[in-house]
């Protein structure tokens, strides 16, 4: 059984500048899955930085707080509970319209490479 507790990931500033937090990825943990998954945090007021992930798949599901979602040229208003699906090299960002922390998982498949994290 494999077991990874949030409160033991470290939390890093991502290229695109939300907080993140890496729950699992096949390089680091000791498991063999098609995909990673993150645990994301954008402050109040505040957004991700435009950017596209080359060759990977993405999708965000909202825990708490709501923002509004840019994927190319869609905009949508998104909200805790809504799940979005980010295709492969489509330009992407997220802002947080709410008071508190806009709060959102990241599953990436296949699992997330730095190198095909791109700033636009």
């Known amino acids: 059984m494999f077991i ?3 409160d033991d990931c470290v939390e890093i ?3 695109d500048g939300c907080r993140l937090k890496e729950i699992l ?3 680091r943990d000791d498991v063999e899955l098609p995909y990673s998954l993150a ?3 954008v402050e109040a007021g505040k957004g991700t930085h435009p950017h596209k992930l080359a ?3 993405e999708v965000y599901t909202i825990l708490s707080g ?3 979602m840019h994927i190319g040229e869609e905009t949508e208003e998104v909200g805790a509970g809504d799940t979005i699906v980010i295709p ?3 330009e992407q960002w997220i802002e947080n319209t709410s ?3 806009l709060v959102f998982t990241a599953l990436v498949s296949p699992p997330w490479r730095e190198e095909d994290d791109l700033l636009t």
């Open 55 to 57: 060759a990977q798949d």
């Open 88 to 90: 492969a090299g489509a």
């Open 25 to 27: 990825h096949s390089d």
């Open 13 to 15: 500033v991502a290229n």
């Open 66 to 68: 709501a923002g509004v």
């Open 39 to 41: 645990y994301a945090r």
């Open 99 to 101: 008071e508190g922390e």
């Open 4 to 6: 990874k507790r949030l």
